[in-house]
Protein backbone atom coordinates (compact mmCIF):
# COMPACT_ATOMS: atom_id res chain seq x y z
CA UNK A 1 0.00 0.00 0.00
CA UNK A 2 1.43 3.41 -0.35
CA UNK A 3 0.75 4.13 3.04
CA UNK A 4 4.00 2.03 3.53
CA UNK A 5 6.47 3.17 1.54
CA UNK A 6 5.24 6.88 2.93
CA UNK A 7 6.19 5.52 5.99
CA UNK A 8 9.79 4.27 4.44
CA UNK A 9 10.78 8.14 3.36
CA UNK A 10 13.55 9.82 4.54
CA UNK A 11 13.40 11.82 7.01
CA UNK A 12 12.41 15.17 6.19
CA UNK A 13 14.44 18.16 5.81
CA UNK A 14 13.37 21.63 6.49
CA UNK A 15 11.08 21.66 2.97
CA UNK A 16 13.08 20.58 0.48
CA UNK A 17 10.96 17.82 -0.42
CA UNK A 18 7.81 19.51 0.12
CA UNK A 19 6.25 19.59 -3.09
CA UNK A 20 7.22 16.10 -3.44
CA UNK A 21 5.27 14.72 -0.44
CA UNK A 22 2.23 16.93 -1.03
CA UNK A 23 1.88 15.27 -4.55
CA UNK A 24 2.12 11.81 -3.02
CA UNK A 25 -0.20 12.63 -0.53
CA UNK A 26 -2.83 13.83 -3.17
CA UNK A 27 -2.54 10.38 -4.73
CA UNK A 28 -3.05 8.67 -1.06
CA UNK A 29 -5.96 10.80 -0.42
CA UNK A 30 -7.53 9.70 -3.41
CA UNK A 31 -7.29 6.13 -2.90
CA UNK A 32 -8.44 6.17 0.23
CA UNK A 33 -11.56 8.56 -0.21
CA UNK A 34 -13.10 5.42 -2.15
CA UNK A 35 -11.87 2.86 -0.41
CA UNK A 36 -13.80 4.13 2.83
CA UNK A 37 -16.99 4.65 1.04
CA UNK A 38 -16.81 1.30 -0.53
CA UNK A 39 -16.53 -0.77 2.69
CA UNK A 40 -19.93 1.22 3.82
CA UNK A 41 -18.43 2.05 7.47
CA UNK A 42 -20.75 1.21 10.12
CA UNK A 43 -22.31 4.40 12.18
CA UNK A 44 -20.61 3.93 15.22
CA UNK A 45 -17.12 4.55 13.69
CA UNK A 46 -18.76 7.63 11.90
CA UNK A 47 -19.21 9.01 15.14
CA UNK A 48 -15.88 8.38 15.80
CA UNK A 49 -14.43 10.04 13.27
CA UNK A 50 -16.01 12.98 12.93
CA UNK A 51 -14.58 13.41 16.64
CA UNK A 52 -11.06 11.91 15.52
CA UNK A 53 -11.47 14.65 12.70
CA UNK A 54 -12.45 17.70 14.42
CA UNK A 55 -9.11 16.41 17.02
CA UNK A 56 -6.99 16.54 14.20
CA UNK A 57 -8.13 20.11 12.40
CA UNK A 58 -7.76 21.49 15.99
CA UNK A 59 -3.95 20.09 16.21
CA UNK A 60 -3.31 20.76 13.13
CA UNK A 61 -4.29 24.63 13.33
CA UNK A 62 -2.18 24.46 16.79
CA UNK A 63 0.84 23.81 14.86
CA UNK A 64 -0.04 26.29 12.56
CA UNK A 65 -0.31 29.15 15.40
CA UNK A 66 2.96 27.08 17.15
CA UNK A 67 4.93 28.36 13.60
CA UNK A 68 3.44 31.97 13.18
CA UNK A 69 3.41 32.90 17.13
CA UNK A 70 7.42 31.09 17.55
CA UNK A 71 8.90 32.50 14.59
CA UNK A 72 11.59 33.81 15.77
CA UNK A 73 12.24 31.09 18.54
CA UNK A 74 11.68 28.21 15.25
CA UNK A 75 14.74 30.11 13.18
CA UNK A 76 17.14 30.45 15.82
CA UNK A 77 19.55 27.65 14.87
CA UNK A 78 20.43 26.27 17.95
CA UNK A 79 16.62 24.91 18.42
CA UNK A 80 15.08 21.99 15.91
CA UNK A 81 11.80 23.23 16.63
CA UNK A 82 10.78 23.55 13.23
CA UNK A 83 12.04 19.71 12.96
CA UNK A 84 9.88 18.51 15.79
CA UNK A 85 6.87 20.42 14.06
CA UNK A 86 7.38 18.95 10.87
CA UNK A 87 7.44 15.20 13.03
CA UNK A 88 4.50 15.98 14.66
CA UNK A 89 2.66 17.24 11.48
CA UNK A 90 3.93 13.39 10.02
CA UNK A 91 1.89 11.68 12.53
CA UNK A 92 -1.38 13.64 12.56
CA UNK A 93 -1.15 12.97 8.51
CA UNK A 94 -1.56 8.67 9.42
CA UNK A 95 -4.99 9.29 10.35
CA UNK A 96 -5.79 12.02 7.34
CA UNK A 97 -8.64 10.55 5.40
CA UNK A 98 -10.74 13.67 4.04
CA UNK A 99 -9.31 16.77 1.97
CA UNK A 100 -10.13 18.87 4.91
CA UNK A 101 -8.07 17.77 6.96
CA UNK A 102 -5.43 17.41 4.04
CA UNK A 103 -6.08 21.14 3.13
CA UNK A 104 -5.02 22.40 6.77
CA UNK A 105 -1.77 20.25 6.86
CA UNK A 106 -0.97 21.90 3.22
CA UNK A 107 -1.51 24.87 5.21
CA UNK A 108 1.18 23.91 7.40
CA UNK A 109 3.41 23.00 4.71
CA UNK A 110 3.33 26.42 3.65
CA UNK A 111 4.28 28.19 6.69
CA UNK A 112 6.49 26.02 7.37
CA UNK A 113 8.42 26.01 4.26
CA UNK A 114 8.61 29.77 4.75
CA UNK A 115 9.85 28.98 7.48
CA UNK A 116 12.86 26.61 6.39
CA UNK A 117 13.78 28.91 3.32
CA UNK A 118 14.66 31.45 5.99
CA UNK A 119 16.44 29.57 7.88
CA UNK A 120 18.17 28.01 5.01
CA UNK A 121 19.14 31.96 3.94
CA UNK A 122 20.86 31.85 7.74
CA UNK A 123 22.92 28.89 6.78
CA UNK A 124 24.08 30.17 3.56
CA UNK A 125 25.44 33.45 4.77
CA UNK A 126 29.18 34.30 5.16
CA UNK A 127 30.59 36.50 7.61
CA UNK A 128 29.68 38.11 10.86
CA UNK A 129 26.03 37.65 11.94
CA UNK A 130 24.31 40.71 11.83
CA UNK A 131 21.49 41.28 15.18
CA UNK A 132 19.37 44.17 15.01
CA UNK A 133 19.35 44.00 18.76
CA UNK A 134 22.58 44.59 19.17
CA UNK A 135 22.47 46.88 16.98
CA UNK A 136 19.88 48.33 18.79
CA UNK A 137 21.80 48.86 21.81
CA UNK A 138 24.90 50.61 19.96
CA UNK A 139 22.69 53.01 18.65
CA UNK A 140 21.02 53.87 21.98
CA UNK A 141 24.87 54.51 23.03
CA UNK A 142 25.53 56.67 20.27
CA UNK A 143 22.38 58.80 21.13
CA UNK A 144 23.66 59.55 24.49
CA UNK A 145 21.10 57.80 26.18
CA UNK A 146 21.53 58.17 30.07
CA UNK A 147 20.75 54.85 31.76
CA UNK A 148 19.85 55.58 35.70
CA UNK A 149 21.45 53.82 38.29
CA UNK A 150 18.64 52.92 40.37
CA UNK A 151 15.55 51.80 39.47
CA UNK A 152 13.00 54.28 41.71
CA UNK A 153 13.49 57.43 39.34
CA UNK A 154 10.86 58.17 37.37
CA UNK A 155 11.09 57.26 33.97
CA UNK A 156 11.25 60.72 31.62
CA UNK A 157 10.71 60.99 27.90
CA UNK A 158 9.17 57.42 26.98
CA UNK A 159 11.85 56.11 28.46
CA UNK A 160 11.79 52.48 30.61
CA UNK A 161 13.25 51.69 34.25
CA UNK A 162 16.41 51.56 31.71
CA UNK A 163 17.26 55.02 30.77
CA UNK A 164 15.67 57.83 28.67
CA UNK A 165 16.90 59.45 25.61
CA UNK A 166 18.10 62.87 25.51
CA UNK A 167 16.09 65.68 23.36
CA UNK A 168 17.98 66.40 20.65
CA UNK A 169 18.94 62.05 20.36
CA UNK A 170 17.65 61.69 17.02
CA UNK A 171 19.31 64.73 15.84
CA UNK A 172 22.47 63.48 16.87
CA UNK A 173 21.97 60.44 14.60
CA UNK A 174 20.74 62.33 11.83
CA UNK A 175 23.54 64.44 11.87
CA UNK A 176 25.65 61.65 11.76
CA UNK A 177 23.79 59.82 8.98
CA UNK A 178 23.31 62.56 6.91
CA UNK A 179 26.89 61.88 4.97
CA UNK A 180 25.02 58.55 4.34
CA UNK A 181 22.94 60.40 2.16
CA UNK A 182 23.53 62.58 -1.11
CA UNK A 183 20.70 64.51 -0.85
CA UNK A 184 20.69 67.99 -2.44
CA UNK A 185 20.83 70.57 -0.25
CA UNK A 186 17.09 72.41 0.06
CA UNK A 187 17.20 76.17 -0.15
CA UNK A 188 16.86 77.88 2.98
CA UNK A 189 18.05 81.82 3.56
CA UNK A 190 21.54 81.84 5.33
CA UNK A 191 20.08 84.99 7.49
CA UNK A 192 16.70 84.22 8.29
CA UNK A 193 14.07 85.79 6.03
CA UNK A 194 12.03 88.96 6.51
CA UNK A 195 8.24 89.12 5.93
CA UNK A 196 7.59 91.95 3.17
CA UNK A 197 4.44 92.16 4.54
CA UNK A 198 3.47 94.92 6.54
CA UNK A 199 3.51 94.41 10.35
CA UNK A 200 0.42 92.59 12.06
CA UNK A 201 -2.62 95.32 13.43
CA UNK A 202 -2.10 96.19 16.07
CA UNK A 203 -4.49 94.66 18.79
CA UNK A 204 -6.44 96.50 21.16
CA UNK A 205 -6.99 94.77 24.86
CA UNK A 206 -10.10 96.12 26.96
CA UNK A 207 -6.97 98.04 29.48
CA UNK A 208 -3.63 98.25 27.39
CA UNK A 209 -2.55 98.73 24.08
CA UNK A 210 0.03 96.35 22.56
CA UNK A 211 2.54 98.74 20.82
CA UNK A 212 4.76 97.97 18.40
CA UNK A 213 4.36 95.24 16.01
CA UNK A 214 6.07 91.85 16.95
CA UNK A 215 6.89 89.66 14.16
CA UNK A 216 6.99 86.03 14.81
CA UNK A 217 10.60 85.67 13.49
CA UNK A 218 13.25 87.65 15.14
CA UNK A 219 16.41 88.44 13.27
CA UNK A 220 19.99 90.44 14.51
CA UNK A 221 19.13 93.97 12.31
CA UNK A 222 22.13 93.53 9.84
CA UNK A 223 23.38 96.78 10.79
CA UNK A 224 24.67 95.47 13.86
CA UNK A 225 27.50 93.75 13.14
CA UNK A 226 29.47 96.44 11.71
CA UNK A 227 28.56 98.47 15.04
CA UNK A 228 29.66 95.26 17.15
CA UNK A 229 33.22 95.10 15.54
CA UNK A 230 34.13 99.02 15.97
CA UNK A 231 32.75 99.69 19.82
CA UNK A 232 32.52 95.66 20.50
CA UNK A 233 34.17 96.17 24.26
CA UNK A 234 31.85 99.27 25.19
CA UNK A 235 29.13 97.33 23.94
CA UNK A 236 30.02 94.10 25.98
CA UNK A 237 30.57 96.04 29.16
CA UNK A 238 26.97 97.45 28.62
CA UNK A 239 25.42 94.32 27.98
CA UNK A 240 27.31 93.03 31.25
CA UNK A 241 26.05 95.94 33.17
CA UNK A 242 22.32 95.34 31.81
CA UNK A 243 22.59 91.99 33.14
CA UNK A 244 23.50 93.06 36.18
CA UNK A 245 20.29 95.11 36.08
CA UNK A 246 17.88 92.27 35.53
CA UNK A 247 19.55 90.03 37.45
CA UNK A 248 18.94 92.15 40.54
CA UNK A 249 15.61 93.17 39.82
CA UNK A 250 14.55 89.78 39.54
CA UNK A 251 15.88 88.75 42.45
CA UNK A 252 14.27 91.43 44.16
CA UNK A 253 10.50 89.39 43.78
CA UNK A 254 11.59 86.21 41.66
CA UNK A 255 7.65 85.28 41.34
CA UNK A 256 6.50 88.64 39.40
CA UNK A 257 7.48 88.82 36.17
CA UNK A 258 9.69 91.71 34.59
CA UNK A 259 7.67 93.55 31.93
CA UNK A 260 9.80 93.93 29.08
CA UNK A 261 8.30 97.70 27.90
CA UNK A 262 9.54 98.49 31.89
CA UNK A 263 12.82 97.13 31.79
CA UNK A 264 14.31 98.75 28.71
CA UNK A 265 12.18 102.61 28.60
CA UNK A 266 13.77 105.34 29.84
CA UNK A 267 11.37 107.58 30.23
CA UNK A 268 14.00 110.54 30.21
CA UNK A 269 15.36 109.63 26.58
CA UNK A 270 14.25 108.16 23.89
CA UNK A 271 18.00 107.26 22.26
CA UNK A 272 18.58 105.72 25.82
CA UNK A 273 15.78 103.38 25.15
CA UNK A 274 16.74 102.47 22.08
CA UNK A 275 20.42 101.30 22.98
CA UNK A 276 18.42 99.29 25.80
CA UNK A 277 16.50 97.57 23.86
CA UNK A 278 19.57 96.88 21.19
CA UNK A 279 21.48 95.67 24.62
CA UNK A 280 19.11 93.74 25.71
CA UNK A 281 18.51 91.63 22.04
CA UNK A 282 22.38 90.72 22.98
CA UNK A 283 21.40 88.74 26.03
CA UNK A 284 18.54 86.98 24.74
CA UNK A 285 20.78 86.22 22.05
CA UNK A 286 23.34 84.51 23.87
CA UNK A 287 20.70 82.86 25.56
CA UNK A 288 21.62 84.73 28.72
CA UNK A 289 17.64 86.24 29.16
CA UNK A 290 14.39 84.88 27.88
CA UNK A 291 11.36 86.54 27.08
CA UNK A 292 8.01 85.30 26.74
CA UNK A 293 4.42 86.63 26.68
CA UNK A 294 2.56 86.46 30.10
CA UNK A 295 -1.28 85.78 30.66
CA UNK A 296 -2.40 89.32 28.84
CA UNK A 297 0.10 88.55 26.15
CA UNK A 298 2.45 91.70 27.06
CA UNK A 299 6.11 91.00 26.77
CA UNK A 300 8.05 89.50 29.70
CA UNK A 301 12.04 88.92 30.43
CA UNK A 302 13.84 87.12 32.72
CA UNK A 303 17.06 85.90 33.42
CA UNK A 304 18.04 82.31 32.85
CA UNK A 305 19.62 80.13 35.58
CA UNK A 306 22.88 79.49 35.17
CA UNK A 307 22.33 75.47 34.86
CA UNK A 308 20.16 75.89 32.45
CA UNK A 309 22.32 78.14 29.99
CA UNK A 310 23.32 74.87 28.34
CA UNK A 311 20.63 73.05 27.66
CA UNK A 312 19.03 76.60 25.96
CA UNK A 313 21.67 76.28 23.64
CA UNK A 314 20.86 73.08 21.71
CA UNK A 315 16.82 73.92 21.78
CA UNK A 316 15.64 76.36 18.46
CA UNK A 317 15.60 79.83 19.35
CA UNK A 318 13.18 81.55 17.89
CA UNK A 319 13.70 85.29 16.19
CA UNK A 320 11.66 88.64 15.83
CA UNK A 321 11.57 91.93 15.11
CA UNK A 322 10.72 94.98 17.94
CA UNK A 323 10.33 98.42 16.56
CA UNK A 324 10.07 101.32 18.25
CA UNK A 325 9.60 105.11 17.16
CA UNK A 326 9.50 108.56 18.98
CA UNK A 327 5.06 107.96 19.36
CA UNK A 328 5.21 104.65 20.06
CA UNK A 329 7.75 105.25 23.24
CA UNK A 330 5.64 107.74 24.06
CA UNK A 331 2.02 105.57 24.32
CA UNK A 332 4.09 103.20 26.71
CA UNK A 333 5.76 105.81 28.70
CA UNK A 334 2.13 106.89 29.60
CA UNK A 335 0.61 103.58 29.41
CA UNK A 336 2.61 101.71 31.69
CA UNK A 337 3.16 104.41 33.69
CA UNK A 338 6.40 104.16 33.55
CA UNK A 339 8.44 106.98 36.15
CA UNK A 340 12.10 106.11 35.97
CA UNK A 341 14.28 103.87 34.02
CA UNK A 342 15.68 100.37 35.51
CA UNK A 343 18.53 100.38 33.32
CA UNK A 344 20.39 103.81 34.95
CA UNK A 345 22.41 105.40 32.43
CA UNK A 346 26.28 105.16 32.29
CA UNK A 347 28.15 108.24 34.37
CA UNK A 348 30.24 108.64 31.95
CA UNK A 349 28.55 108.10 28.56
CA UNK A 350 27.73 111.63 26.39
CA UNK A 351 24.10 112.34 25.51
CA UNK B 1 19.34 83.81 -44.10
CA UNK B 2 16.07 84.19 -42.96
CA UNK B 3 15.38 80.58 -42.49
CA UNK B 4 19.16 80.96 -40.35
CA UNK B 5 17.88 83.81 -38.34
CA UNK B 6 14.89 81.87 -37.71
CA UNK B 7 16.76 79.42 -36.03
CA UNK B 8 18.94 81.45 -34.11
CA UNK B 9 16.08 83.05 -32.94
CA UNK B 10 13.73 79.85 -31.91
CA UNK B 11 17.74 78.69 -30.18
CA UNK B 12 17.77 82.26 -28.49
CA UNK B 13 14.43 81.95 -27.23
CA UNK B 14 14.44 78.31 -25.87
CA UNK B 15 17.84 79.38 -24.25
CA UNK B 16 15.92 81.86 -22.77
CA UNK B 17 13.25 80.18 -21.86
CA UNK B 18 15.81 77.36 -20.56
CA UNK B 19 17.39 79.81 -18.36
CA UNK B 20 13.85 80.97 -17.33
CA UNK B 21 12.74 77.75 -16.54
CA UNK B 22 15.53 76.96 -15.25
CA UNK B 23 15.28 79.98 -12.65
CA UNK B 24 11.60 78.93 -12.44
CA UNK B 25 13.02 74.87 -11.59
CA UNK B 26 15.13 75.89 -8.94
CA UNK B 27 12.55 78.22 -7.53
CA UNK B 28 9.81 75.13 -7.80
CA UNK B 29 12.39 72.93 -6.83
CA UNK B 30 12.68 75.09 -3.11
CA UNK B 31 9.00 75.41 -3.66
CA UNK B 32 8.71 71.66 -3.74
CA UNK B 33 11.42 70.96 -1.62
CA UNK B 34 10.21 73.56 1.12
CA UNK B 35 6.57 73.49 0.54
CA UNK B 36 6.43 77.07 0.77
CA UNK B 37 7.49 80.37 -1.23
CA UNK B 38 8.93 81.66 1.68
CA UNK B 39 11.35 80.06 4.56
CA UNK B 40 10.90 79.46 7.94
CA UNK B 41 13.06 77.08 10.58
CA UNK B 42 9.98 73.99 10.83
CA UNK B 43 9.75 73.73 6.53
CA UNK B 44 13.72 72.67 7.04
CA UNK B 45 12.15 69.09 7.76
CA UNK B 46 10.88 68.18 4.90
CA UNK B 47 12.62 65.78 3.01
CA UNK B 48 13.14 66.84 -0.90
CA UNK B 49 9.75 66.02 -2.81
CA UNK B 50 9.87 64.17 -6.20
CA UNK B 51 9.52 66.12 -8.90
CA UNK B 52 7.08 64.89 -11.68
CA UNK B 53 6.64 65.92 -15.17
CA UNK B 54 2.85 66.43 -14.69
CA UNK B 55 3.61 69.18 -12.18
CA UNK B 56 6.34 71.08 -13.81
CA UNK B 57 4.69 71.50 -16.74
CA UNK B 58 1.23 72.64 -15.62
CA UNK B 59 2.89 75.28 -13.30
CA UNK B 60 6.73 76.16 -14.39
CA UNK B 61 6.91 75.27 -18.46
CA UNK B 62 3.42 75.92 -18.99
CA UNK B 63 3.57 77.34 -23.09
CA UNK B 64 6.75 75.82 -23.59
CA UNK B 65 5.40 72.42 -23.58
CA UNK B 66 6.20 70.85 -26.56
CA UNK B 67 10.27 71.67 -26.56
CA UNK B 68 9.83 70.12 -22.74
CA UNK B 69 12.33 67.63 -23.19
CA UNK B 70 15.41 70.33 -24.26
CA UNK B 71 14.25 72.58 -21.42
CA UNK B 72 14.95 69.61 -19.65
CA UNK B 73 18.24 68.36 -21.45
CA UNK B 74 19.32 71.91 -20.56
CA UNK B 75 18.20 72.61 -16.76
CA UNK B 76 19.70 68.76 -15.92
CA UNK B 77 22.87 70.27 -17.42
CA UNK B 78 23.02 73.36 -15.66
CA UNK B 79 22.12 71.58 -12.55
CA UNK B 80 25.08 69.39 -13.09
CA UNK B 81 27.67 72.06 -14.04
CA UNK B 82 26.45 74.66 -11.67
CA UNK B 83 25.38 73.41 -8.55
CA UNK B 84 26.68 69.95 -8.72
CA UNK B 85 23.52 68.27 -8.54
CA UNK B 86 22.01 65.21 -10.58
CA UNK B 87 18.70 65.05 -12.10
CA UNK B 88 17.96 61.38 -12.44
CA UNK B 89 14.33 60.11 -13.42
CA UNK B 90 13.55 57.91 -10.64
CA UNK B 91 9.93 56.60 -12.63
CA UNK B 92 10.10 56.12 -16.10
CA UNK B 93 6.34 55.65 -16.51
CA UNK B 94 5.51 58.49 -15.03
CA UNK B 95 8.73 61.07 -15.47
CA UNK B 96 9.07 61.41 -12.01
CA UNK B 97 12.61 63.26 -10.86
CA UNK B 98 14.50 63.81 -7.73
CA UNK B 99 17.81 65.67 -7.64
CA UNK B 100 20.80 63.94 -5.72
CA UNK B 101 23.96 65.45 -4.57
CA UNK B 102 27.06 64.44 -7.14
CA UNK B 103 29.85 66.07 -5.18
CA UNK B 104 31.92 63.89 -2.77
CA UNK B 105 30.83 64.86 1.10
CA UNK B 106 33.98 67.26 1.93
CA UNK B 107 35.31 65.85 5.20
CA UNK B 108 35.44 68.76 7.49
CA UNK B 109 31.65 69.94 8.60
CA UNK B 110 29.75 72.34 6.18
CA UNK B 111 30.05 76.19 6.47
CA UNK B 112 26.56 76.69 6.92
CA UNK B 113 24.96 74.26 9.24
CA UNK B 114 21.17 73.60 8.65
CA UNK B 115 19.69 71.35 11.48
CA UNK B 116 19.48 67.93 11.06
CA UNK B 117 16.28 66.41 9.55
CA UNK B 118 15.69 63.77 12.63
CA UNK B 119 13.83 61.80 10.06
CA UNK B 120 16.65 61.60 8.47
CA UNK B 121 18.17 58.84 11.44
CA UNK B 122 14.85 56.68 11.28
CA UNK B 123 15.19 56.21 7.82
CA UNK B 124 18.76 55.29 8.24
CA UNK B 125 18.11 52.26 10.77
CA UNK B 126 15.39 51.06 8.53
CA UNK B 127 17.78 50.81 5.25
CA UNK B 128 19.96 49.83 7.55
CA UNK B 129 19.19 46.70 9.30
CA UNK B 130 17.41 46.06 5.40
CA UNK B 131 20.96 46.01 3.95
CA UNK B 132 22.55 44.28 6.76
CA UNK B 133 19.58 41.44 6.50
CA UNK B 134 20.41 41.22 2.64
CA UNK B 135 18.64 43.33 1.13
CA UNK B 136 14.89 42.21 2.58
CA UNK B 137 13.37 42.28 6.09
CA UNK B 138 10.35 41.21 6.99
CA UNK B 139 8.38 44.33 8.85
CA UNK B 140 8.58 42.53 12.61
CA UNK B 141 12.61 42.84 12.30
CA UNK B 142 11.59 46.49 11.72
CA UNK B 143 9.25 47.24 13.99
CA UNK B 144 10.62 45.48 16.57
CA UNK B 145 14.04 47.42 16.22
CA UNK B 146 12.47 50.29 16.31
CA UNK B 147 10.52 49.57 19.66
CA UNK B 148 14.10 49.14 21.25
CA UNK B 149 15.02 52.78 19.89
CA UNK B 150 11.57 53.89 21.97
CA UNK B 151 9.91 54.25 18.99
CA UNK B 152 6.90 52.44 18.96
CA UNK B 153 4.70 51.83 15.66
CA UNK B 154 1.32 51.58 17.75
CA UNK B 155 1.89 54.62 19.50
CA UNK B 156 2.36 58.61 18.65
CA UNK B 157 5.85 59.27 18.96
CA UNK B 158 7.36 62.80 20.24
CA UNK B 159 9.13 63.47 17.43
CA UNK B 160 8.11 61.43 14.55
CA UNK B 161 4.41 61.48 15.27
CA UNK B 162 2.70 58.66 13.58
CA UNK B 163 4.87 56.25 12.59
CA UNK B 164 3.57 53.59 10.78
CA UNK B 165 2.52 56.01 8.56
CA UNK B 166 5.41 57.64 7.84
CA UNK B 167 7.65 54.41 7.20
CA UNK B 168 4.52 53.17 4.93
CA UNK B 169 3.69 55.49 3.15
CA UNK B 170 6.02 58.59 3.18
CA UNK B 171 9.07 57.28 3.00
CA UNK B 172 7.21 54.61 0.64
CA UNK B 173 6.47 57.12 -1.75
CA UNK B 174 9.60 58.99 -1.95
CA UNK B 175 10.53 56.15 -3.00
CA UNK B 176 13.39 55.44 -0.35
CA UNK B 177 11.18 52.06 0.89
CA UNK B 178 9.48 49.61 -0.99
CA UNK B 179 6.99 48.06 1.34
CA UNK B 180 5.49 44.42 -0.46
CA UNK B 181 2.95 42.13 1.12
CA UNK B 182 4.09 38.97 1.35
CA UNK B 183 2.31 36.08 0.21
CA UNK B 184 0.35 33.35 2.15
CA UNK B 185 0.76 35.27 5.67
CA UNK B 186 -2.13 35.65 7.90
CA UNK B 187 -2.32 38.03 9.45
CA UNK B 188 -1.05 39.80 6.51
CA UNK B 189 2.58 40.96 6.57
CA UNK B 190 4.79 42.46 4.80
CA UNK B 191 8.53 42.92 4.01
CA UNK B 192 10.47 46.01 3.11
CA UNK B 193 13.08 46.72 0.61
CA UNK B 194 15.35 48.98 -0.71
CA UNK B 195 13.50 51.84 -2.52
CA UNK B 196 15.02 53.10 -6.26
CA UNK B 197 15.62 56.88 -4.63
CA UNK B 198 17.70 54.76 -1.80
CA UNK B 199 19.38 52.79 -4.53
CA UNK B 200 20.34 56.36 -5.90
CA UNK B 201 21.35 58.61 -2.95
CA UNK B 202 22.38 56.24 -0.36
CA UNK B 203 26.16 54.78 0.25
CA UNK B 204 26.11 51.47 1.23
CA UNK B 205 29.76 51.75 2.04
CA UNK B 206 28.80 54.79 4.19
CA UNK B 207 26.59 52.88 6.02
CA UNK B 208 28.52 49.75 6.04
CA UNK B 209 31.48 52.18 7.59
CA UNK B 210 29.18 53.62 10.34
CA UNK B 211 27.61 49.54 11.29
CA UNK B 212 31.41 49.24 11.82
CA UNK B 213 32.31 52.07 14.13
CA UNK B 214 29.27 51.53 16.08
CA UNK B 215 30.19 48.13 16.43
CA UNK B 216 33.40 48.43 17.10
CA UNK B 217 33.83 45.83 14.22
CA UNK B 218 35.61 45.74 10.58
CA UNK B 219 33.46 46.71 8.20
CA UNK B 220 35.08 44.02 5.86
CA UNK B 221 33.86 41.48 8.59
CA UNK B 222 30.44 41.61 7.00
CA UNK B 223 31.79 39.75 3.75
CA UNK B 224 28.17 39.65 2.31
CA UNK B 225 27.39 43.12 2.53
CA UNK B 226 30.88 44.37 2.35
CA UNK B 227 30.69 42.68 -1.31
CA UNK B 228 27.16 44.39 -1.81
CA UNK B 229 28.75 47.63 -0.70
CA UNK B 230 31.42 48.05 -3.54
CA UNK B 231 29.49 46.80 -6.34
CA UNK B 232 26.82 49.44 -5.33
CA UNK B 233 29.04 52.02 -5.25
CA UNK B 234 30.61 51.19 -8.39
CA UNK B 235 27.07 51.40 -9.69
CA UNK B 236 26.06 54.94 -8.77
CA UNK B 237 28.39 56.69 -10.33
Redesign the interface.
Known sequence: MKKSRRNEEAPRQNGSTGRGRAGQRQNDEVQAGPEASRAGLPEESDDNDLGRRREIRSKYRDLINTVQQNREDMLSPATDKLTEVLEEANKLFKDVRRAREAALDAQLLVVATDLGKEKASQLFSEGSAFDPTAFAEHLLSFMGLNRLEDGDDDPQNGGGADGYLPRDAWHRLSRRAECCFRTAPSFHYMMGSFHAEPPAPKQKTERQRKAPSKEAKRIMPTQLKKMEESHQEATEKEVERILGYLKMYYEEDPTSPISYYEFVIDPNSFSRTVENIFHTSFLIRDGLARMYLDGDKLPCIAPVEEGDIEAASSSSRKQCIISISLKTWKELIDTFEIKDSIIQPPESQNE | MRVVRAWLGKGVAILRSSLKVTRSF?NS??FL??GSP????E??F???ELLSEQNLVKHVVKDYRNVYPEIMKRAARTFEQVFG?KLVEIDSKHHTY?????LE?ADRPPP?Q????????????IL??TF???GVVRE??IW??LK???VDSGEK???FGDVKRLVTEEFVRQRYLEYVRIP?T?PMEHEFRWGQRAD????KA??LE??GQ??E?DPQ??????REAQSSSSSQR
Do not use: Y
Request: hydrophobic content about 40%; glycine content about 4%; aromatic content about 6%.
Open positions: ICRQNDDTQTVRLSLILINNAVCPANPKLGLLFVGVMKGNVNTKLRHEEHEMEVSKIFMLHQSWTQQF
